[in-house]
């Protein structure tokens, strides 16, 4: 059984840094596509950034790209993300998700919350102004 946790959220000051893993157990895919997304109260989730594992391909939504690190080891079978420069509008709760990504393109010009099958429970992240 497929199992994804998310860890590494918290409360920071605008300006601030945090960084986010996500750990997935029982994930045997020789490819996979890593993703963050997030949902702000009385927002729908939002694809953040996400990553394929075969060649490294990643994607970065408007609102975060020059801010935001997707990055993924996979030995350890984790990815990351790793958010400077944050704002308030940042504040959500942020879900890891993951997919074998058969059959679907691996150059990332966007992502869907559907696209995926396996996802984290989730981690809030809190900026203050």
């Known amino acids: 059984q497929v199992q994804l946790v998310e860890s590494g959220g918290g409360s920071v000051q605008a300006g601030g840094s945090l960084r986010l893993s996500c750990a997935a157990s029982?994930?045997?895919?020789?490819?996979?596509?890593w993703g963050w997304f997030r949902r702000a109260p009385g927002k729908e989730r939002e694809g953040v950034a996400a990553?394929?594992?075969?060649?490294?391909?990643?994607y970065y939504a408007d609102s975060v790209k020059g801010r935001f690190t997707i990055s993924q080891d996979n030995a350890k079978n984790a990815v990351y993300l790793q958010m400077d420069s944050l704002k308030p509008e940042d504040t959500a709760m942020y879900y890891c998700?993951?997919?074998?990504?058969?059959?679907?393109?691996?150059?990332?010009?966007?992502?869907?919350?559907?696209?995926?099958?396996?996802w984290g429970q989730g981690t809030q992240v809190t900026v203050s102004s």
């Open positions: 998700a993951a997919d074998p990504w058969f059959g679907k393109s691996w150059y990332l010009t966007s992502i869907d919350w559907k696209d995926f099958n396996y």
């Open positions: 029982g994930y045997t895919y020789r490819t996979t596509c």
């Open positions: 990553i394929y594992s075969g060649g490294g391909s990643t």
